[in-house]
DNA sequence: CAGTATCCAGCTAGATACTG
DNA sequence: CAGTATCTAGCTGGATACTG
């Protein structure tokens, strides 16, 4: 019945590897945040808008810092995440209502109005994605340093 | 001159959103991290051998918690990992040595014994992906009950 | 032992066109 | 305005075979 072992053992132990890939909350996690897009819609809906300049920052109401998360339309963060296509924006934003981190509010008006906000959970891993910003700012160029050595190096 | 402007300026906003995320540190470590080998890789040269039971843990220098991050063989790695194949192992070690994340010895025996171990740029990285494990830990069953809940209503 | 080299299937992101 | 639907090109990861 056993076909060669060999192979046949590799593959199994690749079977079970994904499985348990597939329930690891950690391996969830990345995969989450590892999305291109997730990371800007968080950064879109978390951080404040003062902080990005070069946009018209609306005097109305920019003084509470880090209050209630805004409210943005789905054209809204669309401009703002220019280089984002209609189908990843929706896929993304979709997922991450599913997944509650951030609530999609649908008004009916002519045409209509959808707003999205994050939710808690939502502001919570926003603030991991900013310790992973820090990470990035306190530690990449040595990274970067680094790469650029060991390219010299071995020419 | 212009042919529909429309797509035109679509795509030249694209180009240079590509040519932004390219140099933003934060993208370039999550791309990183985000490798599915990477933390493996990282967590088999950073977390402490203990921590990992069904391994036949070596009774010898045991009980120095968090001290020298440990040498491990190629193979070794390869074992412990198991799913992984040989292309991305090597692969990714690379690209880890190439950002002085670790370092790679190779000792001129017959036949030749490769060890990786962790630098301290690639122990500090280590730290990060724990306190993200640390978020997916306290807040990944919150996601995985609000995904259910809303598989269920959409029904 | 510790790789290198090659080929290919699968998935995903983007382009494009259409709509309540 | 805020999407949906469809098609496809490109990249990535895995299988397989070979080597100093």
Known sequence: MATTTKAAAREQARTEYNAFLAVCPSRQLLDRISDKWVVLI?????DDPAARSSEPTPPTEADQPR???RTMRYSEISRLIAGVSQKML???????ERD???????TPTVPVTVSYQLTNLGLSLHTLTRSIRGWAQDHMDDVLAHRAQ?????S
């Open 42 to 46: 968080l950064c879109a809906l978390g």
């Open 90 to 96: 929706t896929q993304t934003l979709r997922a991450l």
């Open 150 to 154: 060991h390219d010299v190096t071995a």
């Open 67 to 69: 209050a209630a998360p």
């Open 100 to 106: 509650g981190l951030l609530t999609r509010t649908v």
